[in-house]
């Protein structure tokens, strides 16, 4: 055989061979990146996990089989989910899965290309997270927490369960613009409900919310609202123990915190929310875009009512409120 058959037949053995190797190599495992803005180890945080790994599971996707979960947690703390949305994006996933507007912010200033898919966001067109609802138009897309009108709805149950109350204390994070959105439509409706609002921040140190609640609590008939943020959530069991230290009816955005003993909330099923982030997870692994994903709004708004707190109160909860309430704790 001739020096040059020879080598040709090497060459075209070692592409074989190549190719056969290459088609022997295991199929990268996808990775799904989650960041929750709360701790690791919040109850709440566990339970809307369990739901979104729950129905990944359904849709055929199992963590160490056959796709890879990091997780990652902000506790609230603005440095720490700086640095942990770094992390995450530092791992190259498939898709990342955010928990609120700050978290959100945080994986969008670090990546332009992963794909995110947020839940329990405020506003995420007002607060530049995507240009419109119906296409999105970048690399993130999800499920909003609530349209603003929302917010006035809070005052007006306020009012329902407390009618003697004409002063209102409204929590809310300035900093951010799902901030000021809320209290402004709060402030909207205050007159013709008769109420006095006035601002609290989240933002702040321990000691001056105390301050600031023990200064309002001061003059007679007032309440509170706990608006949406991040902040808010970490500081949750601060704000409930202060609403009863104070005995101020207070009306707040989510279950979580009528858990704690809480008197009264309305707003989005969050655990819902997370099961159907799930499916748009699986979208995006099975190769869709999120800029044509449509951010969808919550399909169920929960009221929830703490009569316990009520009585505690010396408030009498409405019939007509009892009836509509989605769950009464006793």
């Given amino acids: ?153 809070w005052l007006e149950l306020l009012k329902q369960i407390a009618p003697t109350v004409d002063r209102a204390a409204i929590f809310r994070d300035p900093a951010i613009a799902p901030g000021v959105g809320q209290f402004a439509v709060i402030q909207s409706v205050a007159p013709s409900l008769g109420i006095e609002v006035s601002p609290i921040s989240t933002s702040e140190a321990t000691d001056d919310i105390e301050r600031a609640v023990s200064d309002f609590a001061r003059e007679p008939n007032g ?27 207070a009306v707040y955005f989510n279950r979580d915190l009528v858990s704690s003993g809480g008197l009264v909330s309305y707003g989005a099923d969050f655990t819902e929310m997370y099961r159907r982030a799930a499916s748009y997870v699986d979208r995006i692994l099975k190769g869709e875009k999120p800029a044509s994903m449509p951010v969808q709004a919550p399909t169920k708004y929960e009221l929830v009512i703490n009569l316990r707190t009520a009585k505690t109160l010396g408030l009498t909860v409405p019939s007509s409120l009892l009836v509509r309430a989605d769950e009464v704790i006793e």
Avoid at 132 to 144: D, I, K, Y
Avoid at 223 to 249: D, F, M, N, W, Y
């Fill in 1 to 153: 055989m001739k020096r040059r058959e020879v080598v040709t037949l090497l060459g075209g053995a070692a592409v074989l061979w190549a190719g056969i190797a290459r088609a022997q190599q295991p199929a990268r495992t996808p990775v799904i990146g989650v960041f929750q803005g709360l701790g690791a180890n919040d109850p709440e945080g566990k339970v809307r996990y369990a739901a979104f790994q729950q129905e990944l599971q359904q849709l055929g996707w199992t963590d160490g089989s056959n796709v890879r979960i990091e997780r990652r947690w902000g506790e609230g703390n603005a440095d720490l989910m700086r640095r942990h949305a770094m992390e995450l994006v530092a791992l190259s996933p498939d898709v990342i899965m955010t928990t609120g507007g700050d978290a959100t912010e945080r994986v969008l200033q670090a990546t332009r290309t992963v794909p995110v898919v947020f839940t329990i966001v405020p506003d995420p067109v007002g607060s530049g997270l995507v240009k419109r609802l119906s296409r999105p138009g970048g690399n993130a897309t999800g499920f909003m927490q609530f349209e603003y009108s929302l917010s006035g709805k």
């Fill in 223 to 249: 309440g509170l609202i706990a608006t949406a943020s991040a902040s808010a959530v970490a500081k949750r069991e601060l704000i409930v123990s202060l609403a009863a230290r104070h005995r101020l009816p």
